[in-house]
């Protein structure tokens, strides 16, 4: 089985490679991955071996690894999946070699273009899975700086104590309860870019703490009973009830900020 040709726009090619048998263009994937983003580098031999699989082996999950070529060359990656239980994306990672950083695709520059053509894969992913809508697809933020640049591209922040697990790099022999335990937390917030021709028509305090969920939980595996899990599901009634009362969670067609 091949690569998939998802996109092509002159220069540019976007290839699915989940379960391809396309070693070329998965290691370049894992080594751009490996090269921009050092700090999850320990994750690569786990993302090497989830390359190698067809479907996901969770019910409800649909997952993609995308690899980006700029006149054939490695020059982004995009992994992400949309959980149907949840009715909504999750964007993991995405980098863009510093040279391309500037290639502009359809009038955009290509890392705005990658975040509205996963949207688009989301939606379909939705319907394949016979739901009538999505709520969008939710992202791990690291930084109030890249928070404020998502949120001037349609991304809207979400009101919780969000807390990403960073897991420690594979041992022979370690259990998954082993691995949990080493689990460390870093902040981050987390943001939403819905689908603009529907919006959300209302935003609720379970609706935020569905998306978490659906990272913390069904995503990495915690248990829901976490003592982080709960920490910010516990954030999110406060931190709503602030931003209900500073602009209005009604979302239609246009978007509004939800502030801290």
Not at 24 to 53: D, K, N, T
Not at 215 to 224: I, K
């Amino acid at each position: 089985m091949a690569s998939q040709l998802i996109r092509s726009e002159g220069n540019i090619r976007v290839w699915s490679l989940l379960g391809s048998g396309d070693t070329a263009r998965i290691e370049a994937m894992l080594s751009l991955y490996a090269e921009l983003l050092p700090q999850y580098a320990h994750y690569v031999p786990r993302m090497r071996r989830r390359a190698e699989w067809g479907e996901e082996q969770r019910p409800g999950h649909i997952v993609h690894y995308w690899l980006v070529e700029v006149d054939g060359q490695p020059a982004a990656l995009r992994t992400f999946r949309y959980v149907h239980e949840r009715r909504v994306g999750l964007a993991h990672a995405m980098v863009v070699k510093p040279a391309y950083r500037a290639v502009d695709v359809c009038g955009q520059r290509l890392s705005l273009y990658l975040v509205h053509v996963c949207l688009e894969q989301v939606i379909a992913d939705a319907k394949r899975l016979g739901d009538d809508f999505t709520f969008g697809i939710v992202k791990e933020v690291e930084s109030s700086s890249l928070m404020d640049h998502f949120m001037k591209n349609g991304i809207l922040e979400l009101p919780l104590a969000y807390m990403r697990p960073l897991f420690p790099a594979e041992q022979p022999g370690r259990t998954r309860a082993d691995e949990i335990a080493l689990v460390r937390f870093a902040p981050m917030f987390l943001g939403i870019l819905p689908d603009a021709a529907r919006g959300i028509p209302f935003y609720s305090a379970d609706l935020i703490a569905n998306f978490a969920l659906a990272f913390l939980v069904d995503h990495y595996g915690l248990p829901l009973e976490h003592p982080r899990v709960q920490s910010v599901l516990n954030s999110i009634p406060a931190l709503f009830r602030r931003a209900a009362g500073s602009r209005s969670p009604t979302i239609s067609r246009a978007l509004w900020q939800l502030t801290r």
